[in-house]
């Protein structure tokens, strides 16, 4: 019997599960809890903890310990372990749990190489962060592994519980992460409607709510500790054990009204700046907590009415929601959901273990041979080979109780030949019935899981015929996903037309059933020679920002670089055929053919990088509170002239931003500040769809103005006509309300650039812009050595050579900023 795994790795908890085709089975910790905390303790001789001992030391010796990794999977956020000097990745320390939740399993399901483990990840995970998760398998050993969203995972462990048709929406509060998911069952075939979520939103945003507001001002009441000590390293472990008694507390409230955040002296071993030893003894009611989290629930309401609105569902058109993850243990907060959306709640699964279940559910259904993991097919045949032209085909998957196998002849047969059909299983036998072309027998499958069969022919004179296949089996299911929606659009950035503006050429829309495959055909926009520095890229943003595309969240590169080919040159204009695949887990897989010089590049074998859009989570406040600012900007300007309630909940979602204080962030306000950003940007350019005419104004004056008022000075007389001239053409593509009013835009903002460009001062001051901001380049070895060879330039006034530098460095810049739509890196147009 082959074994299926499933892993919820979680931001706080994770849990593993098996199914050997007819029954699951969660495998407990060693201290026979269904879940294992996410974290890690090292002490200092080097021994390493995983689990509930490494979260129970964790407070105590921070710098010893790392937790909370999963938020910062998928970018380059480091995780300092500095008491054993010691600097790890989120991908290593998320490997660590999956290498500790994979040796519960028996040794038989582990060392069995057709065992297939399926890890779960939030459907509002990017693609940078589910790349950095299956790394994370590959480094803890887990051989054939495979991603699915957990909102399919739960699905798939409601269906097992309670196989009903009908509508319903899955609540699943994590750790860290909101998933909200529609599904509708008929039949145990089960098709998501639509899905959604909030990248921050879970029970460590509570845990940190209610330190924020509760704790931290009472320890400022009651001792003498400076303003910062949040972040003030002194006191680290403090905040650290706060945080933890805060969770206890938080815990407590499940199961009573009140609880009291307790801390004794000897539990903190902290004292404060007058010596005195500090504690904690503060009271807790449900009613505080419910007002401390009614914002954050109240987004998570309003991200449940989204999807359902995406769904085209009223709250009327579902029976039920179906709670998943720890903090839905808590009433107040299921009753608080069920009540503004009139929808009845439903605790038919277990909260901790339900994604873990589902996904070891879902992993019997992949077809582990295959390369890309795709899912195994509901239809099966065998044929009986030799002079017989006889075939039976049958639904090979299904979550009935019954099947039914069609007898397919294509030649004839001897009259009063017959066949029968016996269940290996029960006993249970068809009895004979005529062999003719059409017949079909209702077979029952009694088992969970396969359902084994054999068939028998015989000849007129009663007489067995030998078959080369002759065994049927059929599989009942707790239930079939047939349809999967993506949970975000993607798409390849492209060049409209030669020297035209850069669009997206779209793989997958958000709600697309996955997966999905395709082809396109792109043309390179500039020649690249074998063996030369230069790259055609294939920049990928997930987003539906249209204008600009890079408010949208960049993802990664492609890159075929002339170090790539030995021979020949791809000519401006040659062909590059992509042909793409989009798995059920959302992952992207991506294989380039360039018939030029017969060459193929790969997403899998390295000249995919997804590093090109992390950005380091500790570093990055600075950058998070000007791009803030930049919207913010963006948002008064269109204020004067567009009135639009969407620019005040923009806005909102910017407070957090630009109000950071650099020097007193910490990583996840960085994080969550930044997912405001883009939630404004997203805002933005829905006013700017209905705000489309006004909103083209704004950006043509503005860069006429910037033109009369800078640049004007520099341009030559031919420039200066140039410019005006294509600046009324723009304005007549306002007035007509055309397409090209972008291509036009581009091309002003271009010889803008271009005059610029020329001046040496300009050069000069891009180089001291890019340089300062070293948090914006993946490849900080590369930054290093032009910041040095550039700085060396500008000593010897060799500005020249240092044009050079200025657009490598502009280049290699992580996306989203508005230098990198000056010096734009898209090279290749659509074919």
């Known amino acids: 019997m082959k074994n299926f795994v499933g892993i919820d790795l979680g931001t706080t908890n994770s849990a593993i599960c098996s199914y050997d085709g007819s029954a699951t089975q969660i495998w407990k910790s060693p201290e026979q809890n269904d879940v294992t905390p996410s974290a890690i303790y090292i002490d200092r001789r080097g021994n390493k903890y995983v689990g509930k001992r490494a979260y129970d030391s964790a407070p105590h010796s921070p710098d010893n310990s790392a937790m909370l990794f999963k938020r910062l999977m998928g970018t380059k956020t480091p995780i300092h372990l500095s008491a054993v000097n010691l600097t790890k990745t989120p991908e290593e320390c998320s490997s660590e749990v999956l290498r500790v939740l994979f040796g519960y399993l028996p040794e038989e399901i582990r060392n069995d190489s057709d065992t297939g483990t399926v890890i779960t990840v939030p459907a509002a995970f990017n693609q940078m962060q589910k790349e950095a998760t299956m790394q994370a398998a590959s480094m803890a050993g887990l051989g054939?592994?495979?991603?699915?969203?957990?909102?399919?995972?739960?699905?798939?462990?409601?269906?097992?519980?309670?196989?009903?048709?009908?509508?319903?929406?899955?609540?699943?509060?994590?750790?860290?992460?909101?998933?909200?998911?529609?599904?509708?069952?008929?039949?145990?075939?089960?098709?998501?409607?639509?899905?959604?979520?909030?990248?921050?939103?879970?029970?460590?945003?509570?845990?940190?709510?209610?330190?924020?507001?509760?704790?931290?001002?009472?320890?400022?009441?009651?001792?003498?500790?400076?303003?910062?000590?949040?972040?003030?390293?002194?006191?680290?472990?403090?905040?650290r054990l706060a945080v933890w008694a805060t969770e206890r507390a938080k815990i407590e409230l499940s199961a009573r009204d009140d609880a009291v955040i307790s801390l004794s002296e000897t539990e903190a071993r902290v004292r404060d700046l007058s010596g005195n030893e500090i504690y904690l003894d503060i009271p807790l009611s449900r009613g505080i907590y419910d007002q401390l989290i009614t914002e954050r629930v109240g987004e998570s309401i309003e991200s449940a009415r989204e999807t359902l609105n995406k769904a085209g569902l009223s709250p009327h058109d579902l029976e039920r929601i179906v709670f998943v993850g720890g903090p839905t243990n808590y009433k107040p907060l299921r009753d608080k959901v069920i009540f503004e959306l009139g929808i009845p709640g439903s605790t038919d699964v277990n909260p901790m273990t339900a994604v873990a279940e589902g996904a070891s559910l879902f992993a019997e259904s992949i077809d582990w041979s295959s390369q890309n993991r795709s899912r195994k097919s509901t239809r099966g045949q065998i044929s009986s080979g030799g002079k017989l032209s006889l075939t039976f085909n049958y639904i090979a998957r299904t979550p009935d109780v019954k099947a039914k196998i069609i007898v397919q002849m294509t030649g004839q047969t001897l009259p009063g030949s017959e066949f029968q059909i016996d269940s290996a299983d029960t006993g249970w036998t068809s009895g004979r019935l005529p062999l003719k072309h059409g017949v079909a027998v209702d077979v029952h499958l009694t088992n969970n899981g396969e359902n084994t069969f054999k068939v028998f022919v015989f000849d007129s004179a009663g007489g067995p015929l030998s078959l080369e296949q002759d065994k049927i089996v059929i599989t009942r299911t707790a239930a079939t996903v047939e349809a999967i929606p993506a949970s975000h659009s993607v798409g390849i950035e492209v060049l409209e037309k030669l020297?035209?503006?850069?669009?997206?050429?779209?793989?997958?829309?958000?709600?697309?059933?996955?997966?999905?495959?395709?082809?396109?055909?792109?043309?390179?926009?500039?020649?690249?020679?074998?063996?030369?520095?230069?790259?055609?890229?294939?920049?990928?943003?997930?987003?539906?920002?249209?204008?600009?595309?890079?408010?949208?969240?960049?993802?990664?590169?492609?890159?075929?670089?002339?170090?790539?080919?030995?021979?020949?040159?791809?000519?401006?204009?040659?062909?590059?055929?992509?042909?793409?695949?989009?798995?059920?887990?959302?992952?992207?897989?991506?294989?380039?053919?360039?018939?030029?010089?017969?060459?193929?590049?790969?997403?899998?074998?390295?000249?995919?990088?997804?590093?090109?859009?992390?950005?380091?989570?500790?570093?990055?406040?600075?950058?998070?509170?000007?791009?803030?600012?930049?919207?913010?900007?963006?948002?008064e300007?269109?204020?004067?002239?567009?009135?639009?309630?969407?620019?005040?909940?923009?806005?909102?979602?910017?407070?957090?931003?630009?109000?950071?204080?650099?020097?007193?962030?910490?990583?996840?306000?960085?994080?969550?500040?930044?997912?405001?950003?883009l939630e404004a940007r997203r805002l933005l350019a829905q006013v700017r769809k209905e705000h489309l005419k006004e909103i083209r104004q704004i950006d043509l004056d503005g860069i006429m103005s910037f033109f009369n008022e800078f640049i004007r000075q520099y341009a030559r007389p031919s420039e200066?006509?140039?410019?005006?001239?294509?600046?009324?053409?723009?304005?007549?593509?306002?007035?007509?309300?055309?397409?090209?009013?972008?291509?036009h835009l581009g091309e002003l903002k271009g010889k803008n650039f271009e005059i610029l460009w020329r001046q040496d001062w300009f050069v000069v001051e891009q180089f001291k812009r890019f340089t300062g901001s070293p948090h914006l380049y993946a490849d900080q070895q590369r930054f290093n050595q032009l910041k040095t060879v550039g700085t060396q330039l500008m000593r010897s006034d060799d500005i020249e050579k240092l044009r050079t530098v200025v657009a490598e460095l502009s280049m290699i810049r992580i996306g989203g900023t508005p230098d990198s739509e000056m010096l734009d890196v898209a090279n290749i147009f659509r074919g």
């Open 720 to 743: 200066a006509t140039s410019f005006d001239n294509l600046a009324k053409t723009a304005q007549r593509s306002i007035d007509r309300n055309d397409k090209d009013f972008e291509n």
């Open 499 to 635: 020297g035209g503006s850069p669009v997206l050429d779209y793989l997958v829309r958000s709600g697309d059933s996955l997966p999905k495959k395709g082809k396109k055909v792109f043309k390179a926009a500039e020649s690249l020679k074998a063996g030369t520095s230069g790259s055609l890229n294939l920049n990928l943003w997930e987003g539906e920002i249209e204008n600009p595309i890079h408010d949208n969240r960049h993802i990664g590169v492609l890159k075929i670089s002339g170090s790539d080919f030995d021979d020949g040159v791809i000519p401006a204009g040659g062909d590059l055929e992509c042909e793409y695949e989009i798995l059920d887990s959302g992952n992207i897989v991506l294989e380039v053919s360039v018939p030029c010089i017969g060459g193929t590049f790969h997403s899998g074998r390295n000249f995919y990088s997804r590093q090109e859009g992390q950005l380091d989570f500790t570093a990055v406040a600075n950058m998070v509170v000007e791009e803030g600012q930049r919207t913010l900007n963006r948002i």
């Open 144 to 239: 054939k592994v495979a991603l699915m969203q957990e909102p399919v995972a739960a699905v798939m462990s409601v269906m097992r519980t309670r196989n009903t048709d009908g509508m319903f929406l899955i609540y699943d509060l994590g750790g860290g992460t909101l998933d909200v998911a529609i599904a509708e069952s008929i039949g145990g075939r089960v098709n998501l409607l639509a899905h959604g979520g909030i990248a921050m939103c879970g029970g460590r945003d509570f845990d940190r709510t209610l330190v924020d507001n509760v704790v931290r001002p009472w320890l400022l009441d009651n001792f003498d500790l400076p303003e910062d000590f949040s972040v003030n390293p002194d006191f680290k472990s403090l905040v």
């Open 637 to 677: 300007e269109i204020s004067e002239v567009v009135d639009n309630p969407k620019l005040d909940q923009a806005r909102q979602k910017l407070e957090s931003a630009v109000s950071l204080d650099p020097e007193e962030t910490e990583t996840e306000e960085s994080q969550e500040a930044m997912e405001k950003v």
